[in-house]
């Protein structure tokens, strides 16, 4: 599908369909002032989100709240999607600028393409995109414009930002026995196609020679053998280095701690984490980004046999310190830990990153749709959260650490457990864990983001599809675009 920037009346736009967005309840608006009765007639309240068609005069409606980008991304997309397999192969709308210059203009731009987004790979009977262009008018609902040259580059950022979270989505939703470690190094590799990046991955012996004992362990019963991969983007002159790092479990039955069958299912989600690197590279490569960024993916299989790792095992962790395995099943963090030393040993980097779907109890506490942020520096969780819930749209929550919770990690015959002994704060405690195997030095550089909610969600939400919607790649990339800005 192809977006395009026009500098043209809505009315001189040729096309099969006009969107017309019904901001705030509002009709009133020359745009849909003449609709009013017949939109009324049918029932339709422009409520956030809700889409409706009239064939006739091949105008397609969608309510959204304001004209804030958090209000436009959802509603494009999801008026989008509701058309996307019927006869339109174009349609147009018109710039809805809201109070923040060119931010709602990219969101339209993101939105087309995240709203029809659909994972038809294994379908024998693919359902037809119809829908081939989308063209924006730069006529705007209000009279407040922006120069063509930002217009065009915020559209042009909007797709190439949702272009790469599509990419974390078809792994994300790829089925275990298609993409496992081997898989994964190979999609990475694929990535030096992009400008200013390289990618090194590390076998099973190399990942022996740095280690990493406690990822070897949880990918050991596994007849896929694990793979540590890691990608670097490095273009002229950089103004920071940022490292990210992603919990890629190819598949999690938990292990000898095993799953009941119900959760068992969709746990090929567990390699979020690792996609949204894939995902954030290609954007920041995409966008040629002054930031030198390195990517650290963990990618691993969580199985059973005669030859898994126990609960009761011991591990030695590539920093020394010993883990008293208690759960199997609590295998990311595990994972994670080595995957954490070794990105510190290799970048000396300002930011670090991780990203996971670490926790069940993360998704208890903040829902589905929100991801859990933690950390020690206050001000990055803000940094973060403002990123997440204001500029992309990504939801995020602060989970906050604190000592007492810290303390139900100890063990008494290892240096630390890698489950807590309360049942309570699951979330935090995992986050508690990984701060572990953070050094001294980067503590305050350092974010956990627990993806274990939005990263995969049975049911369309938003901008997002059913199942796998690249969480974290449009907040990290943002992230690491703001610092760029503020440099
Ligand atoms: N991958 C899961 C977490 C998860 C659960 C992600 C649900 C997405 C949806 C993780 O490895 C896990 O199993 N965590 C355990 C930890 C427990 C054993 C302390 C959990 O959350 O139950
Ligand atoms: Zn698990
Ligand atoms: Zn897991």
Redesign the pocket.
Known sequence: MKIEYVEKKIKEIEADLELIVVVNKDFKHPFCKKYKETLEEIGFGAAQNETALLPESKKLFVGAKSMDSLDIRPAVATALRSIVHKKYSSVKIATYLGSKCTAALRATAEAAILGTYSFEKFKSKKEKTELKKVYISNEGYLDNSVSTESAQSAVKKGITVAKSVNATRDIVNTPPDDFYPKIFAKSAKELEKYENIKVKVLDDEEIEKEEMNALLAVGRASRHKPKVIHISYKPKKPQAVVSVIGKG?TY?S?GL?L?PSD?MV??K??KSGGAAVIGIMQAVSELGLPIEVHGFIGAVE?MIGGDAYKPDDVLKAKNGKTIEVR?T????RLVLADVLCYAQQEVKADYIFDMA?????C?VGVGQYTTGVMGNNKELVEQMLYTGNVSTGELMAHLPFNDYLRKTLKSNIADICN??NTRYG?GIT?GLFLDEFIEKKNKEKWLHLDI??P??VESEWGENPYGASGAAVRSVTRFIEKITSSK
């Open positions: 479990l999690d938990g701690s799953k959760f969709t746990m989600l567990d969580n759960n099943d609590a295998e990311g779907t670490l926790t069940g109890a998704v489950i807590s699951g995992a274990a909610g990263a995969f």
